[in-house]
């Protein structure tokens, strides 16, 4: 027994110690709240990756009603931008290599006067495609205009031409409904994400610095020659980061469900719990990254380039997991933030409680117990 | 000529510690090369997009209707003879839509009444729904049209002798429509941004920290020497490492097209260093050590990348957020090099943001100096 409170009181002279130094440095405490707070806010503002407003440009060589109708069709779709009227193709295509435009549409001399004559006529579309997966849905849009655009052609000829079919009629009948999201909107599956993405990176950034400053300052020689053992060291320096993570958690968590009117219809308890546990894992990366490298210019660099671009991308807040390439469904399984995204859009969205998030906690419990084992396993071959 | 010589070696100095720091070379050259190779295999098209089909009507037409959700865009996952797991399936993400076609959906198309078909969405992923809404919608509007064309009695070809409009669409730079493509490159350039804020940020700072800059100082050395030493390191190993990435990654493992010349590329990177290592000297005169370097880099770095367009295009920012990117020296380096990338454009197209980069670049970087001389000086 007694042991143990020596082990517990060395984890608290631990983090006590850290506590100080951290509280000594305002612009250390000012920044590590404010700059998840900046970066949650910028990502939940302006962060879309909603297809609107595309801008495009023509050039008309028929100019004749038909043409400019087709033209309309595009300007009432709500989707489209127009930059301008062009008066040559060279122009249309000038427009596209500057990146001014993502779209370009030629309409040929004899437009109108082929369509009145019954016959089909042809019209060019260029798409930009710099960035292909929005090229593949503006072309989805741009096939869509046109569709409907000849939807009305056709049923115009039929009533014309065939008296007594029905023009009007549509076969099939599609009749979509939206669970959890009925509105579809993309804050309730955004927000959170990134609130989760947060606090991904800061725990991890943190205590990499922490430890590496150490190393690298000699300062830690103070711990060799001490009692603490490297759990007690460890852990005691990680309590700070995760209790400063769980207040910006609560921070964002507010702002989530007031500011951003975001729904939580789960069990806030879990999520706290599953928080703690994510947080944890987040600062395992970092101790993990502090204890294989010497210096802090590359704990720094490593635990950015580590956590903020594969947090990002491949943990199916971005696109969803089952659309990746193999190679990176096996990152995307190893990493805390795919099943912590998880766990967030159960708890949200879809109110369910701790029954349906046994694979996700397991997931983070294992991560957590193979990095913390690491960062130790590594931390003590440094000291011997 | 005596000032030359000092940068020389001091220089020979920055390298010669960069160097010895192999976790930090490592680093750099995996965010050049394997970070990007494998963001490659990421799409924001839809791929693979998790259905399940509750085929009540087992009819030769529901299922050649459900047929023409095809891959790769759509994975029937499951085949469902009730509506009763349904629920289960949604909330446990096992798919992400389950289209139910209900009993006598031929015999509706048979006999011309409308059939419905019913298909519930997983809404958590708002985007991917609404992507995927629209294949099908598009899907349901062709497949109305052949039953249609069928009920008038008309061949598919005699809509040639239809008002109709076919359009002609061109894909340009990316025919194929290659999407690691633009991943490759964009996550090569956001690593290349990264490392060059970050480094000219840390090498000065780690200077300060442990007060080998007060050392430098009582040598005959200038500030602006040692400041530039520090720079043109940083300068030397980006284009290096820019080097590695295009060549060994963008044009070889993944084979991208580079459209336009990398002479020019390196130009504009190090134009784009120039802005950078600015806001680096500025950053390090704020902060005392690298804990608060890191956070002060990030709180400039993340709104950087941000307003980039690099994860969200201009059009689709909140107006304000337009606004802003113009002040964003990444805003200019991203355009000009996606357009090297992939359309070839040279000075002649480019001229107009090179030059703002450039005037950003001399605004930054001065601001940058003149604070690093009053603080060490």
Known sequence: M??????????VAVAWREFREFVSSPLLITLSIISPLLMFMLFCYGFSLDVRNMPFSYVDFCRQTASRQYIDSFLASGFFDLVGERLSLDEVRHDLLIDRTRVGIVIPEDFSRRLARDRNAEVQILINGTNASRAVIVKGYVEGMNAQFNTNLVREFIRKNYAGMDAEFEPLSLLPTTWFNPSLDSNNNLVPGVLGFCIFLFPAMMTAIALSKEKETGMIFNVYTSPLSKFQYLFGKTLLYLAVSMVIFMVLFAITIWHFGVPFRGEFLTLLVLTLLYVACAAGVGLFIAALVRTQVAALLISMIATFLPAFLYSGFFMPVESMGPDAQIISAILPPTYYFSILRLSFLKGVGWAYMLPQTAGLAVFAVAIFALAMFFFKKRIG | MMTFKRIISLMRKEFRQLFRNFALIGIIIYAVTLDPYTAGELTLDLREYSIAVADMDKS??????????????????????????????????????????????????????????????????????????????????????????????????????????????????????????????????TA??????????????????????????????????????????????????????????????????????????????????????????????????????????????????????????????????????????????????????????????????????????????????????????
């Open chain 2, 192 to 377: 290349l941004t990264m490392i060059a804020i970050l480094l000219p940020a840390a090498l000065t700072v780690y200077e300060k920290q442990f007060g080998t800059m007060e050392q430098l100082m009582v040598t005959p050395l200038r500030v602006y020497e040692i400041m530039l030493a520090k720079i043109l390191t940083t300068a030397v190993v980006i284009i290096l490492a820019s080097y590695l990435g295009i060549y060994s990654v963008i044009i070889g493992a993944k084979g991208i097209p580079m459209r336009g010349s990398i002479l020019y590329f390196t130009l504009v990177t190090a134009v784009f260093l120039f802005a950078s290592s600015g806001l680096g000297l500025l950053i390090a005169t704020v902060t005392k050590n690298l804990s608060e370097t890191i956070l002060v880099t990030f709180i400039v770095l993340v709104p950087i990348m941000f307003l980039s367009g690099t994860w969200t295009p201009p059009e689709a920012m909140p107006d304000w957020m337009r606004a802003l990117i113009y002040f964003s020296p990444l805003t200019y380096y991203l355009d000009i090099s996606y357009g090297i990338f992939f359309r070839g454009v040279g000075l002649a197209e480019t001229w107009i943001p090179l030059s703002l980069l450039l005037g950003l670049g001399v605004l930054i970087f001065t601001l940058g100096a003149l604070r690093f001389r009053k603080k060490f000086a």
């Open chain 2, 60 to 189: 030769v037409a529901s299922a050649e209707f459900a047929a023409r959700l095809r891959e790769p865009f759509f994975n029937i996952k499951r085949r469902i003879h009730s509506t009763a797991p349904m629920e289960d399936m949604l909330i446990d993400g096992d798919v992400a839509m389950v289209m139910v076609i209900p009993e006598g959906f031929e015999r509706n198309l048979t006999a011309r009444e409308q059939a419905p078909v019913q298909m519930v969405f997983d809404g958590t992923n708002a985007n991917s729904a609404t992507i995927a809404l629209s294949y099908i919608a598009g899907i349901a509007a062709e497949y109305s049209e052949s039953v249609m064309l069928e009920r008038w009695r008309l061949s598919p070809d005699s809509l040639d002798n239809f008002p109709y409009v076919r359009d002609q669409t061109r894909v340009l730079f990316n025919p194929n429509l290659n999407d690691s493509w633009f991943m490759v490159v964009s996550e090569f350039l």
């Open chain 1, 2 to 11: 007694s042991r143990l409170r020596i082990a517990a009181g060395n984890i």
